[in-house]
């Protein structure tokens, strides 16, 4: 009878340590990270993409990526050298305007932009709750964008809200989509944003 006792005592004492454990794991979050499947396009017009956070005021935050073409150009000889949004209208508009990227340096746009990656394969990109200076941000509302032009005019951003006082999970994401590209629509999918 004392066995049994101390068995039961054991086992409820299991128990109710699980889920205090599992709560744990599920504590409160430290990062956000996007991550998305990226194909390489043929031609030019596409393979251009953005990742930023804004607040629930809609003023921008941060800048986790941007692509090289978008705030470098392409330089050609005999010609002066343009940012790629100057050239191209269509290149991640949204990432541009919310950046206010005419106002940065070259110095500034250099800290995030990354180029285009050459193969496909997953892409991640993580935020440690910073702004562009690197100090933390105040608790609260936040919305993360992936903003990828397709080719030319299409142009598909996804988003999702969250806060940092969040516990570990996924975002939920919506989409939108400006024009319809069929031959071009595979260049970003399985688009997730989590907080870690």
């Known amino acids: 009878m004392r066995l049994k006792s101390l068995f039961i005592a054991m086992l409820t004492t299991i128990l109710v340590a699980v889920p205090s454990m599992a709560q744990t794991k599920k504590g409160k979050a430290k990062t956000l990270e996007v991550s998305f499947n990226y194909q390489k396009q043929a031609g030019p017009g596409s393979n251009q993409y953005a990742i930023w956070i804004e607040n629930d005021k809609g003023e921008f935050i941060k800048t986790l990526f941007v692509t090289a073409y ?110 319809e590209d069929e031959a071009h629509k595979g260049m970003v999918t399985d688009v997730k944003a989590a907080l870690k």
């Not at 940065?104 to 250099?110: A, K």
């Not at 032009?149 to 989509?177: E, N, P, Q, R, V």
């Open 70 to 179: 978008t705030t470098k150009g392409r330089t050609r000889p005999g010609q002066e050298p343009k940012r790629g949004y100057v050239v191209r209208p269509t290149c991640v508009p949204a990432w541009v305007k919310a950046s206010k990227a005419s106002e940065q340096t070259d110095q500034q746009l250099d800290a995030v932009t990354g180029a285009t990656p050459q193969s496909g394969g997953i892409q991640t990109f993580t935020w440690d709750f910073t702004d562009q200076q690197g100090k933390a941000v105040p608790q609260g509302t936040y919305k993360v964008f992936v903003e990828a032009t397709l080719f030319f005019d299409s142009i598909i951003t996804y988003s999702g809200t969250f806060s940092t006082k969040d516990k570990k999970g996924d975002i939920t994401l919506t989409s939108s989509l400006t024009k």
